[in-house]
Each structure stands twice: as structure tokens, then as C-alpha cells.
């Protein structure tokens, strides 16, 4: 039973470029969490998705982030004219179902580097 | 505003001794989820222990046991004969409507 799958592991993107993050979800979770983590820092819910729909996208930035999870395939994240400050590690995590008690189940996270 | 806090950025332990991480958080919910998450240096997010609010006995996973004080909001993680495979950095966390809340964190080093 696979767990979460981020790809990829690393990416490097020039300012101005576009950066996609690809998470599959553990096989029968419905529910898909992004959040992004700078050095030294806990993790910032960015959004949280269900398929086709977003719940919560309070954590994200109003211009360039955008997220979805459509019917088939992954879940996507995407930035737009990517800068500086965007380099850092962004996580997926997928939960079963919604509510306070599932866990999440996180996948390795994709570090994004913009030079 | 910050709900959860993790008042000490690093800690350091020696081999099989014992180590208090500390969390308080900040909710006015009845119902809620609490959780200690382990960050190693692969990066992977592993789940460590979880509470959940309405129980009053505190949860224990193997040699990790919490100290859940629900009038104090207060969440400490206890790791007991600590093991160089314990070096991470640990995050206490919330659950809150339909999302998890995470502390800035925990690193802890373990001395052999």
C-alpha cells in the first residue's frame, strides 16, 4: 500500500518561471492537504482540497498559488511566476475523511528552489 | 496569531536518558485533536503520538507517552531511553475545523 507520493523530490525553477508539485494521495483517501515549510520553520497550511472541490484555501496566497484535485489523477500545485521567496519545501498529506481525529499521512515534500 | 507553541527551539538528551518537549496551544473548542509529529533528517513527516481532548488518560505509544493538561492547554511529549534514532525535529500540532496546526518546532539532538 502506497503512501503518499510527491513529485518531485527537488525542483529548480528561474524567477519568473512556473513550478507544478504533483501529490497522489494513499490509495482511498479522499482528502488532500499542501503545506509549505521554510527553513527552520513548522508547516503553514496552505490549503485543503477534496476531489474537484476546495474546502480551505485560507492559508494561501491571494496572487500566483493556485491548487487543485481533479477527478482523475493528482492533486496539483501550482505557482505562477515563481521568486525568491517562494523556495522552501511544500508538503502533501491525505487523510481518509474529514474531521478532527484523522491523521495525516504526509508524503516526502518537494523542495522548490528558485535561483 | 499563533495557536501553538513550542517555547524550546532545540533540546539535547544523552542516550537512554529521558526528554520533556513542551507544547501549550490555544483554543476556545471542547473537541479537539492534539498530535506530536517527528521530522527526521529525510525530511518524511512520521506521526508520533495523538490525543484526543475528550480523554483524560494521556496516550502512550511505546516509549513515547504525553502529559495532556486540558484546563492548562498544555501538550508535552515524553521520550523515554531516548535512542540516537530519535534525533528530529518534533512537531506538536492541532487539529482545528478540518485542518492540522503545527508548532515551529522541536529539534532534538541525542548525545551518545
Known amino acids: 500500500n502506497a503512501g503518499v507520493m510527491q513529485n518531485p523530490r527537488h525542483l529548480v525553477r528561474r524567477r519568473g518561471q512556473e513550478a507544478r508539485l504533483r501529490c497522489s494521495p494513499m490509495?482511498?483517501?479522499?482528502?488532500v492537504y499542501w503545506y509549505r515549510q521554510l527553513p527552520e520553520e513548522g508547516l503553514k497550511f496552505m490549503v485543503y482540497l477534496q476531489k474537484e472541490n476546495i474546502i480551505d484555501e485560507s492559508g494561501m496566497p491571494k496572487e500566483r498559488f493556485s491548487a487543485e484535485f481533479p477527478k482523475e489523477g493528482p492533486s496539483i500545485l501550482r505557482i505562477q511566476q515563481v521568486v525568491r521567496g517562494d523556495s522552501a519545501a511544500y508538503f502533501c498529506?491525505?487523510?481518509?475523511?474529514?474531521?478532527?481525529?484523522?491523521?495525516?499521512?504526509f508524503g516526502n515534500g518537494t523542495r522548490l528552489t528558485v535561483t | 496569531a499563533q495557536t501553538v507553541t513550542q517555547s524550546q527551539p532545540e533540546m539535547s538528551v544523552q542516550e537512554a536518558e529521558t526528554v520533556t518537549l513542551s507544547c501549550t496551544y490555544d483554543?476556545?473548542?471542547?473537541?479537539?485533536?492534539l498530535f506530536w509529529y517527528k521530522q527526521p533528517p529525510s525530511r518524511q513527516m512520521i506521526l508520533v503520538i495523538r490525543?484526543?481532548?475528550?480523554?483524560?488518560q494521556n496516550a502512550t505509544e511505546n516509549r513515547f507517552s504525553v502529559n495532556f493538561q486540558k484546563a492548562a492547554k498544555s501538550f508535552s511529549l515524553k521520550i523515554s531511553d531516548s535512542q540516537l534514532g530519535d534525533a528530529a525535529m518534533y512537531f506538536c500540532a492541532y487539529s482545528r475545523d478540518d485542518k492540522i496546526i503545527f508548532g515551529k518546532g522541536t529539534r532534538l539532538h541525542i548525545l551518545p
Open positions: 490509495k482511498g483517501h479522499s482528502h
Open positions: 483554543t476556545s473548542e471542547s473537541d479537539y485533536y
Open positions: 490525543q484526543e481532548a475528550y480523554k483524560q
Open positions: 498529506a491525505s487523510s481518509p475523511g474529514t474531521g478532527k481525529s484523522s491523521p495525516l499521512h
